[in-house]
């Protein structure tokens, strides 16, 4: 973990000014606002986000519980449409608006270009290990040899001796490993966890950050965690806070919550 905080700050030491390391901006939140109706009355968990997240970039996202960290994850894929604004992404030299696109294009767009992991894994039951992590490629089509791509996943988070096992004879660390290698299997432009070690004990979920940090580093993929977990942003590019439905960077939320931590 040492030397993933250290790599962290060797890029923030070449980044420019606004904290950031000089790529191309892969998504762009414009005007982002979610409301939602409860009971007669209305309630803004976003209000009109504006921000630009980079390729290869690992942003940290802290915020309360209900602070709407889940909400933002499901706008930028395409899970929950906004009330107002847009996501929009850059992707094969040109930018698509994803809030434009109806239901079932949102769904094509993130089986191909995005990969989630979640905090109670969401493995199918009735899949092996290996069935799990192959079924995004077998969806997308995958050229080659699909199962070969995911056995080698497997066998980089550890796990490549369960590949015939269903996922209630796994821990929750291994289970949350296999989830990572079906979130990496079909190359995705983003990965999106949220809390991914909210659901485990903390030296289980320092070994299975350390391993969703290697393999994201290493594949050069932009990630975006939701956490309520400040110390998982010793080794963000960037940290940013959900409050009251802006968002703040970490120096400026701290200057505001002076003696608070997260």
Request: charge should be negative; proline fraction near 4%.
């Amino acid at each position: 973990m040492t030397a993933l905080i250290l790599e962290r700050q060797s890029d923030r030491a070449a980044a420019g000014d606004n904290g950031t390391v000089d790529r191309p901006p892969l998504i762009r939140l414009e005007g982002l606002t979610k409301i939602y109706s409860e009971g007669g009355a209305s309630r803004t968990v976003l209000d009109a986000l504006d921000r630009e997240f980079y390729a290869g970039e690992f942003v940290c996202l802290l915020g309360k519980s209900g602070s709407g960290k889940s909400t933002l994850l499901n706008l930028i894929s395409g899970i929950d449409t906004p009330s107002r604004g847009s996501v929009i992404f850059r992707e094969n030299g040109g930018v698509l608006n994803l809030t434009t696109l109806g239901e079932q294009e949102r769904t094509l767009f993130r089986r191909r270009n995005i990969g989630i992991i979640f905090q109670f894994f969401n493995l199918i039951p009735t899949l092996t290990v290996l069935e799990n992590v192959t079924l995004p490629l077998e969806l997308n089509g995958a050229a080659g040899n699909p199962r070969a791509r995911a056995q080698a996943l497997l066998d980089r988070v550890g796990l490549g001796n369960r590949l015939a096992t269903y996922p209630d004879k796994l821990s929750g660390g291994e289970q949350q490993r296999v989830a990572i290698a079906r979130a990496l299997s079909h190359d995705p432009l983003l990965i999106l966890a949220d809390e991914p070690t909210g659901n485990l004990d903390e030296d289980t979920g320092d070994t299975v950050l350390t391993l969703l940090l290697e393999l994201t580093r290493d594949a050069g993929k932009t990630l975006f965690m939701a956490t309520h977990a400040p110390e998982v942003a010793r080794m963000a590019d960037r940290v940013l806070h959900l409050d009251h439905g802006k968002l703040v960077s970490d120096q400026v939320w701290r200057e505001g919550h002076e003696g608070m931590s997260g």
